[in-house]
Each structure stands twice: as C-alpha cells, then as structure tokens.
C-alpha cells in the first residue's frame, strides 16, 4: 500500500471518526432534551395541581376550573407522547383532583367580617392568585388557552385578589379598633364597604358585606355616644 492509500485510510477513519462523535452527541442531546422536556411537563402538571388543591374555593370560578382542566389535560397528553410509562403518576394525581366538579364555597361564619380567617392566610391565598394569574398568561400566550377564556379567568383573578386585599384591610382596621383608634377602623371599614360592594358580581361578598356593615353600623353608634358624653 503506497503512502498516499496509508493517508487517505487515515483520513477516511478520521471522517468515521467525527461522523460517529457527531451522531452520538446529536442523540445525546436529543435524549438529554427530552428529559428536560419531560421534567418540565411534570413540573407544570405539579404547578396546575397545586393551584387546584390549594386555592379556596370562594377563589375559583367555573372558568377558572375549566381552564385549569383543559391546561393540565394538555400537558398530561403532552406527556403521554414522550414518556407514556412515567405519566402515571401525573394522571393519578389529576384524576383525584375531580377537576370537572365545581367547588362548594363554604359559607361565611356568623358575624364574620372576613373570608380568610387571619393574615398568613389571606397574603398566602394573594400569592397563589398571582401565581394562577402569571400561569394562565404564559399558557394564553403560548395559545393553550382560549383568549376568552383567559380573559374571564382573568377577571375572576383580579377580583379575588381585591377581595383578599379587603380581608388584610379589614384585618388592619380590627387590630387599629383593638388598640383603641377606632375612628381611624370606622374610616378603613367604610373604604373596604365600597370595594366589597364593588366586585359583588364576581365575588359572593353579600353576607361578608352585611357583617361588616352591621359591626360599622354599632362601632358609629359607640363612638357617636362616647362624644355625647364628652359634650
């Protein structure tokens, strides 16, 4: 063999060489893509089903439920095609969410002036709407969601967090009535009157309202007697 055939042997297997390191990092990288693709579909299922286990009901719409069905059943779909063995789990855990079946809201507590019952709740609940808020806006645009759809959840979203933010308010105003400021409470439960009465529509606040406006009612009756008695 004459040294030209010994170099371009040489150079042959080199070429296989580099074809083959190229073939496999490509697969390489496919399968590595895929696993990363995988985990974020679990990931998002997790997220979907998180929201729908901890978000109280006074805080999810049949919009809100049916865009939180119709995403999680598209990514557990998606899931199916690229891993149909590792999607198990995800499917249990969507089917006992009964995503299909609407929320009883629980009724609100004689005499309450508040949905939530104390402030971790009510910023814990604020920041779960926040993160549904962002979620369906990533799903609107990547057009998994319908426009509409998003739009009315969205709605919803903003009017809960209102109404969250109204619990906090009230919140504030009771401990100022505690310390024994309670005009400043009697001029702050007036201020979440109007908000409450403001998202009626969307939010069921007609019992929270009646309480409040009740308390409001006897704290003005108080203070208006305690002047009389100073005059």
Known sequence: MSPTEVGLLILAAILVCILAAGLTQQIVSRHRSRRVRIEELRDEIRHLSYLAQNLPAPFQSAEIRSALTTNLALQLNKLKQLAPRAC?????????????????????????????????????????????AQLLQKHQDNRELHEDLAQRCQRHIKSGYHRVSCDL??????????????????????????KLRAIRSMQNTTAQIQNLQLHLDNL???LNATQARKD
């Open 88 to 132: 198990r789990e995800e499917e249990r855990l969507a089917q006992a969410l009964h995503l299909t079946e609407s929320l009883d809201e629980s009724p609100l507590p004689a005499a309450a002036l508040t949905q939530l019952p104390d402030q971790p709740s009510a910023r814990r609940v604020r920041a779960l709407l926040r993160d549904l």
């Open 169 to 194: 308010s009230i919140m504030e105003a009771q401990a100022l009535e505690a310390r024994g400021r309670a005009q400043l409470a009697v001029h702050q439960y007036r201020n979440c009157l109007g």
């Open 220 to 222: 003005e009756k108080q």
